[in-house]
């Protein structure tokens, strides 16, 4: 990192906070896992918030995307936090930079582990959060049905490009080519409710005992709520699939985010409409992740289990929770 893009940050927190020009300021990047955009922890007067800033190139991404789409993120992250009620934490904004497309955000990382770096070694650190994030979605999603998308509609089909395209499509293809088309517009066609759409591990932070945090919001769109459940269910199957041992602990992640999500949303044929989709959405996931672009590192014998259970989830079109259930043991459990 320069420092002038240190100096940069710190007279954008001057000016979005309305700080004096000499106001200490103290920047730091947390870029490891940040394969889109550039975020800095910033600390200010003993406190510490999140600056995002968000460039026209992705860091890692070879694509152009308009920088104003900060004011999206920033418009998705605060219906998310209106609606999502007190058991997940959500960052609240604090200021968009409009001149250099930035959003400053409070701190929720506060002793949590980003999931992605802790889940392998403490599965339980995902389970505690079952209940608390089949909630919280299920309230944002019930209660932005129907409405309107954050996003203006062409910069939402810029982004719906790059994520089906670019994002989804390598690994759907090379698994389950005959049914990625079918599977494709079926995601693509249900525009129903406020979804964050990109619940990966290395966005969700967690601690032992305190409540799940949510961050990045950049792909917040009006979308299928099957795309979060489906997100979700792949983060807990993907360390299943490396170790077998983890198949129960992650068969009662899904059942407790699948039953909250039920109850919260309660809707019942909304429900039945969502969760056969959303077995083919887990499908499509857990192929980016096991054959797409920043495919995760596993054993072979883990992305031949990835490989197999997600083309056989992407073959039925009417999978129940039972069978869907039977599946992933089959395949987690195979002996290869
Ligand atoms: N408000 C926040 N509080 C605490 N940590 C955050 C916050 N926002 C981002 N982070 C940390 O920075 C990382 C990158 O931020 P993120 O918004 O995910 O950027 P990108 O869009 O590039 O993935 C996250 O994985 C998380 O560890
Ligand atoms: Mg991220």
């Not at 893009?5 to 700080?19: F, H, M, N, T």
């Not at 104003?68 to 993120?73: G, N």
């Not at 590192?297 to 259970?309: E, F, G, H, P, Y």
Request: with cysteine; net charge negative; proline share 5%.
């Amino acid at each position: 990192m320069t420092t002038a893009v240190v100096a940069d940050v710190a007279s954008i927190v001057r000016r979005g906070l309305k700080l004096r020009d000499d106001a200490p300021v103290s920047v730091t990047e947390d870029g490891a896992l940040s394969n889109i955009n550039y975020v800095y922890r910033v600390e200010v007067y003993g406190r510490s918030l999140y600056l995002k800033v968000i460039p026209e190139q992705p860091k890692r991404l070879p694509v152009k995307l308009p920088r104003e789409r900060v004011f999206s993120e920033a418009a998705g992250l605060w219906q998310f936090r209106a609606f999502a009620g007190g058991e997940v934490l959500i960052p609240e904004v604090l200021f968009v930079d409009r001149d250099e497309f930035a959003l400053a955000m409070t701190d929720v990382g506060e002793g949590r582990a980003v999931l992605f770096n802790v889940i392998r070694d403490d599965f339980d650190l995902l389970l505690e959060a079952a209940q608390p994030l089949g909630r919280g979605l299920g309230a944002v999603h019930a209660c932005t049905r129907g409405k309107a998308s954050p996003r203006p509609a062409q910069e939402e089909a810029i982004v719906r490009r790059i994520v089906f395209d670019g994002l989804l499509a390598p690994g759907a293809r090379q698994v389950f080519a005959e049914q990625w088309d079918g599977i494709r517009a079926e995601m693509e066609a249900h525009r129903e409710c406020l979804i964050h759409a990109d619940l990966w591990s290395k966005n969700l932070l967690v601690r032992r005992g305190a409540p799940v945090a949510l961050v990045d919001f950049e792909g917040v769109c009006c979308g299928d709520p099957a795309f979060d459940l489906g997100t979700l269910i792949a983060v807990a199957l993907l360390p299943a699939l490396q170790n077998p041992a983890l198949v129960d602990a992650a068969l009662s992640f899904i059942e407790q985010l699948v039953n909250t999500w039920t109850i919260a949303v309660s809707d019942a044929a909304w429900v039945d409409a969502v969760l056969p989709r959303t077995f083919r959405a887990t499908a499509t996931f857990l192929a980016a992740r096991g054959f797409g672009p920043f495919a995760y590192d596993m054993s072979d014998d883990a992305r031949q289990r990835v490989r197999a259970l997600a083309g056989d989830l992407a073959s039925d079109t009417r999978d129940t929770f039972d069978a869907f259930q039977r599946k992933v043991v089959s395949h987690a459990r195979a002996r290869l």
